[in-house]
């Protein structure tokens, strides 16, 4: 590996002190973290050829439900060296959808590369993702990719993105034009000029005219940046000195690492410019395990401590737990608990090279490898090898689901099997949510957007071969009663033998709303016996799950006024079906209305999008209660309203195409509303239907 790395183009075999280290490449969706990864790949010799996320051929995308949609739909993991140093690099998906596994990674890198395009559109991507790593204290590097498709100069680009970074965007480099073309760039810290070569290192030309001046401007811009932080420096700028060339390395080092700044590189990743000028700066200036651990509180020690970044279920090597390993040393056999327990005993050591697992020996702090068989292992748990169970370091809870649909096995024999699959499918993809719905008899599936379970059920068919049939879930519609009335239940029946006999008089009438269900015993003079009294209750309760629209029935009060009995055929069950009798038919004369769930329903999005939102609430029934600025997010508005649950299901997706894929929003049941009209009518039919 380390003659391959020469071989193109590194200049220098001495091993970092920092040991192996794990970088994330994150950024807006389509921005080219697979096509870069890609390229550190082929350019640090781990693959022959640079493959193509058209093509099918990249390391990264290598499931079947990513290239068959050409996008990252999961964290992937792949190896390499650079210059002695091991690297592990996490191509994290770009959309909102199936952002919960870049999270999950995040607590335990290194660093991350945002990669980002110079388009106005994605900004607000950009943003979500800036305000996850600087939620998180995740030092970060911006790699400015597709830089030969600019239409417009670096430092416009850099104040179009500027605003999506709560920190100063440190430009770096500054580009060379050759007409309307970068042909390659000027490094504004080395003070060096280098002009691209197509899938090779680029070659150092002499700096001088245009370019010597622009890089002596765009030079003091970045040291006066630098010098906002370092006072030294802030002198030595004020003294027209010149400071050293170590002190400048330094700065952007300790800048970096303090994430007070953010460096800017750029390139093209399908061409592999700008892939060596990145990675000398990821070897020189990202911080390495031992700053992760002070970050995440973890104090050195012989005892393995790692965090479970992502799980993965093989076909052959069963399951699989990603983890970066953050101090001491493991292998085959080492044994780990959580807070919660033991999680078990691992079974083999694998390095992960997208879909594919290596065989390994152990692992040692830095290392981002694979555990085999570690069953009670989750997504986001700390595992520590010592005897006392360690609290977790870091909690990356999903985003609260905003789609959902009912799914069922195609085939009634796989009932079981789809059980298991599910199972399986949320330990991989924690952002998932598999509900059992017993009053509607459905299995719902919530996720993250439409595509998110798309994906979800094409892997249950492909990857755990449980074909599915979906449909959107039922809404849980009720109905209660406007007027009150008063109605004999008799149930009496002789067939030889005992008979049944059982006789109540009951008077139904509405509750105000949010009322529920309350019984009354009003029987006087022994009427009815006590010891059958409960029996009737039951048998009212037993009309109310199913009234006279379709729907269980509530808000409702029924009191039991009289009745009579039989010494020999009364029982428990006469008077049940006595009770059930009065309320069954006593209901349709009660002025029976349907009654559907309102939510309260806060969406966030960037605020150029914000009548839009309004427009579409609108449209969908709801009530809009009014927006505010979102707390800590300049340019997002939260809009409040209450709306009809049936309405919430396909919400997401108009709230996605209005705000260029970023907004979302968040929903709780509020209260219960009568629902008249055509609408109800209609409710009511496709509910008698399918009965």
């Not at 998906?93 to 919960?100: A, D, L, N, Q």
């Not at 009322?515 to 029996?535: E, L, Q, W």
């Not at 808000?555 to 059930?580: C, K, N, P, Q, W």
Request: hydrophobic share 40%; glycine share 10%; aromatic share 6%.
């Amino acid at each position: 590996m380390q003659q391959a790395t020469q071989q193109k183009g590194t200049s220098s075999p001495l091993i970092s002190s920092r040991g192996p280290r794990t970088i994330a490449l994150v950024g807006p969706f389509q921005s080219g973290k697979t096509t870069l990864l890609e390229a550190i790949l082929a350019r640090t010799g781990v693959i022959a050829r640079q493959g193509s996320v058209d093509a099918g051929t990249t390391v990264g995308d290598a499931s079947k439900e990513a290239r068959h949609h050409k996008m990252s739909v999961e964290a992937t993991f792949a190896t390499t060296e650079f210059m002695g140093d091991s690297y592990t690099f996490i191509d994290c998906p770009g959309s909102i959808e199936f952002i919960h596994d870049m999270r999950s990674v995040l607590p335990a890198v290194d660093a991350a590369v945002v990669v980002c395009e110079a388009d106005e559109k994605k900004v607000p991507q950009l943003q979500l993702i800036l305000r996850e790593l600087e939620d998180q204290n995740i030092p970060h590097f911006l790699f400015l990719n597709k830089i030969d498709k600019a239409d417009k100069r670096v430092r416009e680009t850099i104040k179009l993105l500027q605003p999506a970074s709560r920190v100063p965007l440190l430009l770096r480099q500054i580009p060379i034009w050759n007409g309307d073309i970068v042909s390659g760039f000027v490094d504004l810290a080395l003070e060096r000029a280098h002009v691209y070569r197509e899938y090779a290192a680029s070659e150092v030309i002499e700096l001088t005219g245009e370019n010597k001046d622009r890089e002596k401007e765009a030079r003091f811009t970045m040291l006066e940046t630098l010098a906002d932080h370092d006072d030294e420096l802030l002198e030595q700028l004020l003294g027209d000195m010149e400071p050293p060339r170590d002190r400048v390395f330094d700065d952007l080092a300790k800048e970096l690492r303090e994430r007070v700044v953010c460096p800017v590189l750029f390139g093209v990743a399908t061409r592999s410019n700008g892939v060596l000028r990145l990675l000398k700066a990821l070897r020189h200036e990202a911080p390495g395990v031992k700053e992760t651990a002070e970050r995440l509180g973890i104090q050195p020690g012989y005892d393995a401590v790692a965090l479970v970044l992502k799980t993965f279920h093989t076909g052959h090597g069963g399951k699989m737990s990603m983890v970066r390993l953050l101090t001491g040393e493991a292998g085959d056999g080492t044994t780990f608990m959580t807070a919660d327990g033991e999680v078990g005993r691992v079974s083999g050591v694998f390095t992960a090279m997208g879909q594919t697992f290596g065989k390994r020996g152990p692992a040692k702090a830095g290392d981002t490898v694979a555990f085999g068989k570690l069953e009670l292992a989750k997504t986001g748990d700390t595992l520590s090898s010592g005897r006392q169970a360690r609290r977790a370091i870091a909690t990356a809870r999903p985003y609260p689901p905003v789609l959902s649909m009912a799914v069922q096995a195609k085939e009634r024999k796989d009932d079981v099997k789809l059980g298991v699959a599910f199972s399986k499918l949320t330990e991989e993809d924690p952002s998932l949510t598999v509900i059992h719905n017993t009053e509607n008899h459905e299995v719902v599936m919530w996720g993250q957007g439409e595509m998110h379970l798309r994906v979800a059920t094409e892997r249950l068919a492909d990857r755990y071969g449980v074909p599915v049939l979906t449909h959107r879930p039922k809404v849980g519609y009720r109905e209660t009663i406007r007027k009150s009335i008063t109605l004999r239940g008799r149930h009496k029946k002789q067939s030889g033998g005992h008979g049944q006999f059982g006789d109540v008089v009951l008077e139904i009438k509405p509750l105000p709303r949010e009322g529920g269900f309350k019984f009354n015993d009003m029987i006087t003079g022994g009427v009815v016996p006590r010891n059958y009294i409960p029996a009737v209750e039951e048998g009212v309760k037993d009309a109310l799950n199913h009234g006279p629209l379709g729907f269980p029935v509530v808000d409702v009060e029924v009191s039991l006024i009289d009745g009579s009995y039989h010494t020999v055929d009364s029982s428990d069950m006469a008077f049940r079906t006595a009770g059930r009798i009065a309320v069954v038919e006593g209901l349709p004369q009660c002025q029976p209305v349907l009654l559907e769930p309102i939510d309260m329903v806060e969406i966030v999005c960037p605020n150029d999008a914000t009548a839009r939102i309004n427009a579409i609430l609108s449209g969908r029934r709801g009530h809009i209660l009014g927006f505010d600025t979102r707390e800590g997010w300049d340019g997002w508005d939260t809009v409040r309203a209450l709306m009809a649950e049936a309405e919430i299901g396909d919400l997401i997706v108009e709230v996605r195409s209005a705000t260029a894929g970023v907004g979302s929003f968040s929903f709780k049941f509020d209260h219960m509303a009568e629902l008249t009209g055509r609408q109800a009518d209609q409710i009511v039919a496709a509910r008698r239907a399918a009965e």
